[in-house]
């Protein structure tokens, strides 16, 4: 295992720590006892007796001190018995008693993290989206509740900045979609006038695609504000029907320029989500597709089932992409520098399709194709 778990680490130190403490506490035992026994068997020992004084003893005498010269060669064995078998009943009883440490240890450092696991739980639920979440935790005011307090106080200020954003977002596009409304109204008055003059009525054609636009940016940041809230429809979506529906609606619509070709490859695949996000995420892409496109191209339209994750793709034949340009195209108002000039798009189409898919568990991906083009695929759960 290239990572550890911190638990295991912990575990493992408190498991060494233990055996080097019960290794150091059989070497002070050992010493111990062998010097208590060798003070024992020191004032009674009989040292060597000369060979001139041996030879001055009685037959009885020396077999008298043969016999107990042996006994303290007996005791010496005996004393050395002791010592072996303390250090190997010792070594055994030390082994048992650090497995059973280690068991205690990884059950320590269970409740040990376990703040620490409840801190990453709710950062993950934050990372998904909701910033409303709070760790809250209770408890002796030590290091790991400095941190867990911190990280609320954190999460508070990161809630007010982006309910702020959002609502400013929110307010502005609604404001401004009322002076829009009025200036497509006058402009269509003025059109509508009996025999108006060529200049006039290309001026008011002009503003008229102009305030289309204003009104397309609108809509965008209304739904990118909208894709950024917590979901509060879980609905069972099949993503087929839904590309299906969309892909007949842009060709019952007009919107594929005479020469392109669409085609669909919709495998039944059903999620749980908002529609009409959803719905707005493949819109975006298939619009992109065939806006994006060149004469004669081809859009792709695919879903498919992987696992326990569901795929939308959608790619065309476009132009030649760079790479280094596809992770700048799900920013906000960010466009390829051949795209900067065009009337039709808002530069929120991916950032849309992004957020819509994090706010549903899912990712959003782009890559360049062979030959030209984009490939974008939606990979959400089932």
């Known amino acids: 295992m290239k990572h550890l778990r911190i638990r295991v680490r ?39 007796v000369p060979p001139e004084v041996r030879q001055t003893l009685g037959v009885d005498q020396r077999r008298f001190l043969d016999l107990v010269q042996q006994l303290q060669a007996r005791q010496d064995q005996v004393e050395q018995a002791t010592l072996d078998a303390l250090v190997t009943q010792g070594s ?64 508070e200020r990161l809630d007010q900045a982006f309910d702020g954003q959002r609502r400013f ?27 108006p003059p060529p200049e006039v009525v290309q001026l008011g054609e002009t503003l008229l695609a102009v305030n289309a636009r204003h009104e397309r940016l609108i809509d965008g940041l209304l739904t990118l504000v909208a894709s950024d809230q917590p979901l509060t429809v879980h609905d069972r979506v099949d993503l087929a029907s839904v590309a299906r529906h969309v892909v007949s609606g842009q060709v019952d619509s007009g919107q594929v320029v005479s020469g392109q070709e669409v085609s669909a490859e919709l495998e039944p695949v059903v999620v749980v989500g908002d529609p009409v996000l959803l719905e707005r995420v493949v819109q975006n892409l298939v619009d992109n597709a065939l806006a994006y496109n060149v004469p004669d191209g081809k859009v792709w339209v695919t879903t498919t089932r992987a696992g326990d994750r569901a795929r939308l793709v959608v790619e065309n034949t476009g132009p030649v992409i760079p790479a280094y340009e596809i992770p700048g195209l799900f920013e906000p108002f960010r466009r390829l520098r051949s795209r900067t000039g065009s009337a039709r798009g808002t530069g929120l189409g991916l950032s849309i399709v992004r957020s819509v898919a994090v706010a549903h568990g899912g990712t959003a991906e782009a890559e360049p194709r062979d030959g030209g083009g984009l490939r974008v695929t939606v990979t959400l759960p089932t």
């Open 10 to 48: 912990l575990t493992a130190l408190f498991g060494a720590l233990f055996l080097a403490g019960g290794v150091l506490l059989l070497g002070v035992t050992y010493l111990l006892v062998q010097q208590n026994i060798h003070q024992r068997n020191s004032s009674v020992k009989l040292d060597d």
């Open 92 to 155: 055994i009883a030390l082994g048992l008693v650090t497995v059973i440490g280690v068991g205690f240890g990884w059950l320590v450092a269970e409740r040990a993290l376990r703040p620490v696991e409840r801190i990453t739980e709710t950062a993950r639920r934050v990372a998904g989206g909701n910033l409303h979440e709070r760790i809250a935790m209770r408890g002796p005011r030590d290091e790991i509740k400095e941190l867990a307090d911190t990280v609320d106080s954190m999460l």
């Open 169 to 195: 977002a929110a307010n502005a596009s609604h404001e401004l979609r009322t002076p829009i409304a009025i200036n497509r109204t006058l402009i269509e008055v003025a059109l509508g006038r009996p025999d």
